[in-house]
T-cell receptor, first 114, second 113 residues
Framework: DSGVTQTPKHLITATGQRVTLRCSPR?????VYWYQQSLDQGLQFLIQ???????AKGNILERFSAQQFPDLHSELNLSSLELGDSALYFC?????????????FGEGSRLTVL | GQQVMQIPQYQHVQEGEDFTTYCNSS?????IQWYKQRPGGHPVFLIQ?????EVKKQKRLTFQFGEAKKNSSLHITATQTTDVGTYFC?????????????FGTGTRLLVSP
C-alpha cells in the first residue's frame, strides 16, 4: 500500500461524457502528478501540482483539466470523452515539488469509453 | 520535447539468465529513476541515480547512470520469476530544473521457470 488513494478504481462511460478522477496523496506529500497509461503503453506525463499550484505540464489535452485543493487532494477532469481516452490514469505523490524524489503511485483509475 | 526511449521493448528469458534494459534520453538529465510495474499493478520506485557515472546495486540488480547523464541501464543477474514485470526509467530534463519527470517507454520482462 503506497498510501496514495485513487477513486474510482473503474469507470465506464460513453463518448462525449465528462468524468472526474480523484486522488488523495500520501500524508505529508505536497506534490501530485497525473499520468496516463494506455493499454500496454508507457506512462504519459499529464500534469503536476505542488501545494495547490500547477508546477509542470505535459501533453495534456485541452479537454482535460486538473486542480489541487487546499487539503492537497487532486482531481483530474476529462471532458468530451473519446474512445482514445480509454486508459489507466495514475496519480502519484511525492514530498518535494521537484522531480528528484521517489514517486508513490496509486493503484490507478481504469477508464473505459464506449 | 524530451524523449526517453528504452530497449528492448520486450524480453523473454529463462530463469537464471541475466537481463539488461537500456534507457536513452534525448536531453541531459538531472537524475534518473527506475520503477517496476508488475502485471496489473502500479509502478513502484526502485532507485534514483544522480551523479554522472554512478553505479548502485540492490541485491541482484545493478543500476548505472551514464557519464553524459543521457543514458542509464538496469542489469538483473540470475533472473527469478519474481522479476517479471515492466521496468521503466524516468528522468527530469536538466533544463527544466527537476520538473516534469518523464518516463521511458518501458521494457517488459517475462521469466520462464
Amino acid at each position: 500500500d503506497s498510501g496514495v488513494t485513487q477513486t474510482p478504481k473503474h469507470l465506464i462511460t460513453a463518448t462525449g461524457q465528462r468524468v472526474t478522477l480523484r486522488c488523495s496523496p500520501r500524508s505529508g506529500d505536497l506534490s501530485v502528478y497525473w499520468y496516463q497509461q494506455s493499454l500496454d503503453q508507457g506512462l504519459q506525463f499529464l500534469i503536476q501540482y505542488y501545494n495547490g499550484e500547477e508546477r509542470a505540464k505535459g501533453n495534456i489535452l485541452e479537454r482535460f483539466s486538473a486542480q489541487q485543493f487546499p487539503d492537497l487532494h487532486s482531481e483530474l477532469n476529462l471532458s468530451s470523452l473519446e474512445l482514445g481516452d480509454s486508459a489507466l490514469y495514475f496519480c502519484a505523490s511525492s514530498v518535494a515539488g521537484q522531480g528528484n524524489g521517489e514517486l508513490f503511485f496509486g493503484e490507478g483509475s481504469r477508464l473505459t469509453v464506449l | 520535447g524530451q524523449q526517453v526511449m528504452q530497449i528492448p521493448q520486450y524480453q523473454h528469458v529463462q530463469e537464471g539468465e541475466d537481463f539488461t534494459t537500456y534507457c536513452n534520453s534525448s536531453t541531459t538529465l538531472s537524475n534518473i529513476q527506475w520503477y517496476k510495474q508488475r502485471p496489473g499493478g502500479h509502478p513502484v520506485f526502485l532507485i534514483q541515480l544522480v551523479k554522472s557515472g554512478e553505479v548502485k546495486k540492490q541485491k541482484r540488480l545493478t543500476f548505472q547512470f551514464g557519464e553524459a547523464k543521457k543514458n542509464s541501464s538496469l542489469h538483473i543477474t540470475a533472473t527469478q520469476t519474481t522479476d517479471v514485470g515492466t521496468y521503466f526509467c524516468a528522468g527530469s530534463d536538466v533544463r527544466a530544473g527537476f520538473q516534469k519527470l518523464v518516463f521511458g517507454t518501458g521494457t517488459r520482462l517475462l521469466v520462464s521457470p
